[in-house]
């Protein structure tokens, strides 16, 4: 026979179509370059030199323009206290006039004719920078004194910081710009965006957008459609390539085919780990009843995520008896019914022996033994009292039979009172508490018995069937 145990089942739930969006990685190379060639060419400037940084100038520029003694040197920051690095490095010793433009968004240098436009801060010491000869180099110069005329809230001349004097410069309506113009609102519709590779700009994301990259490669996010690509608040009529580069992708998990990857939803350095399976162990579940045991799970399979496919195990444990059940009143009950019966029996099959087949034949021995009233017992006492006068003058063992006759009417109201109401259960072994009944059984086989047993009990609120403990 089949005992009942604790049984062990488990569920294989697939995640496998479950969405994930992440960064691909296309190209790993970096575009980036020192400025050792611009460096050369502001160290050979014949006139002048212009700079507009939105942060302090790296050192390795500012050497060049000491090591020119023959130009003039007009800067714009953005803001002199977060660039004061380079504010204190221009005095007497090496005079230029600074100016201080607020809206500044974007790093560029003019020498002499030609111009340099660069993705990020020059405070970079490597960068990513477009070239622009004499018949390009027009739109830049004329934004550079704009700004530096127009826009300017603080100036530097030698050692002194005060609050520059306007000049006024021909606004942008009066001069159509024919590679790089300055605008003032973003669109929302782009062919490719590019963002630097930082969480905080998360959100550029979500503007509509074939494709969507992140680069180490770029310190502000770029914006690319029809031939043309917007930057700070340039819009340059120029193709430019990011090569190190992640896409943005969304695919169903079951086709990530690699191990680690950049989720958009957490810290774009931290990689995440895809893993194809996992078994977890959840906790054991003690049933209700045994007969439900095999349909056993746990109220929900908590997923975790990124794992394909999630082996849950789980063990079912049949219930048990409580602990302050003990074993069943009733044994002590069925004991004493019995040795009271045992009692009568003996007694009647003893008198039995002193009397002829006439009186035995009117004797109706009580075998139902139901509960006795005692007017009951009085009857059956009367009833043998007319057969002892029956017999006082023929049966010389009258005495002897009358005591025999007592005997068996007192055990026999004996029997009738100690006889249990409910039955011992033939499968299990029987406990109880105060409230509870619980019969406890060790085979499956004994189920379906101990359910019809469970019926006749209906003094306790409870009647529970249990599994003996293994």
Same mark, same amino acid.
């Given at each position: 026979m089949r005992r009942i145990v604790v049984i062990e089942k488990s569920k294989t739930i697939s995640y496998r179509d479950d969405i994930i969006e992440y960064f691909k990685p296309k190209d790993s190379t970096s575009n980036k370059k020192s400025y050792g060639n611009i460096i050369d060419k502001i160290k050979n400037a014949k006139s002048l030199v212009k700079i507009a940084s939105t942060s302090y100038i790296d050192e390795n520029i500012i050497d060049a323009l000491y090591a020119n003694k023959n130009i003039n040197s007009y800067i714009i920051l953005k803001n002199f206290k977060n660039s004061n690095k380079t504010v204190q490095r221009f005095d007497s010793r090496k005079p230029a006039i600074l100016r201080q433009v607020e809206e500044l968004e974007n790093n560029f240098i003019l020498i002499d004719k030609v111009a340099y436009l660069f993705i990020n801060p020059l405070s970079e010491e490597t960068n990513i920078s477009l070239y622009f000869d004499e018949s390009e180099a027009n739109d830049l110069e004329f934004i550079f004194n704009y700004y530096f005329w127009n826009r300017a809230t603080k100036e530097k001349l030698i050692d002194k910081v005060s609050t520059s004097i306007d000049s006024p410069f021909p606004p942008f309506s009066l001069r159509k710009q024919k590679v790089v113009n300055v605008i003032e609102q973003i669109e929302y519709k782009y062919e490719k965006v590019y963002v630097p590779r930082d969480r905080k700009y998360n959100t550029i994301l979500d503007i509509e957008s074939k494709e969507k990259y992140f680069s180490e490669d770029i310190s502000t996010p770029i914006y690319i459609n029809n031939n043309k690509f917007l930057v700070g608040n340039f819009i340059i009529q120029r193709d430019i390539n990011i090569i190190n580069s992640w896409l943005l992708v969304k695919e169903r998990l079951g086709d990530i085919p690699i191990s680690k990857i950049i989720l958009r939803e957490k810290e774009w350095r931290d990689f995440t780990i895809i893993k194809e399976k996992k078994e977890i162990d959840l906790d054991s579940i003690v049933s209700t009843t045994i007969d439900l045991m095999n349909d056993v799970e746990p109220k929900e399979f908590s997923q975790e995520k990124y794992i394909k496919e999630i082996i849950f195990r789980w063990k079912i444990v049949p219930p048990y008896k409580s602990k302050d059940a003990t074993k069943s009143s009733l044994y002590k009950e069925h004991k004493l019914f019995k040795n009271s019966l045992k009692k009568y029996e003996g007694e009647k099959i003893q008198t039995e022996s002193l009397l002829n087949k006439n009186i035995l034949n009117r004797i109706k021995w009580s075998t139902t033994y139901k509960k006795l009233t005692l007017a009951d017992y009085q009857y059956q006492y009367s009833e043998f009292? @007319? %057969?002892?006068? $029956?017999?006082?003058?023929? !049966?010389?063992?009258?005495?002897?039979? =009358? *005591?025999?006759?007592?005997?068996?009417?007192?055990?026999?109201?004996?029997?009738?009172?100690?006889?249990?109401?409910?039955?011992?259960?033939?499968?299990?072994?029987?406990?109880?508490?105060?409230?509870?009944?619980?019969?406890?059984?060790?085979?499956?086989?004994?189920?379906?018995?101990?359910? @019809? %047993?469970?019926? $006749?009990?209906?003094?306790? !609120?409870?009647?529970?069937?249990?599994? =003996? *403990?293994?």
């Open positions: 009292d @007319k %057969i002892l006068n $029956e017999i006082k003058k023929e !049966n010389k063992q009258y005495k002897k039979i =009358k *005591e025999r006759l007592k005997n068996i009417a007192s055990n026999l109201f004996k029997v009738s009172t100690t006889k249990p109401k409910y039955p011992l259960p033939d499968v299990g072994v029987l406990y109880e508490n105060r409230d509870s009944y619980f019969l406890e059984i060790e085979y499956w086989d004994e189920l379906d018995r101990a359910k @019809k %047993i469970s019926i $006749e009990y209906d003094n306790k !609120n409870n009647f529970l069937i249990v599994s =003996k *403990e293994n």
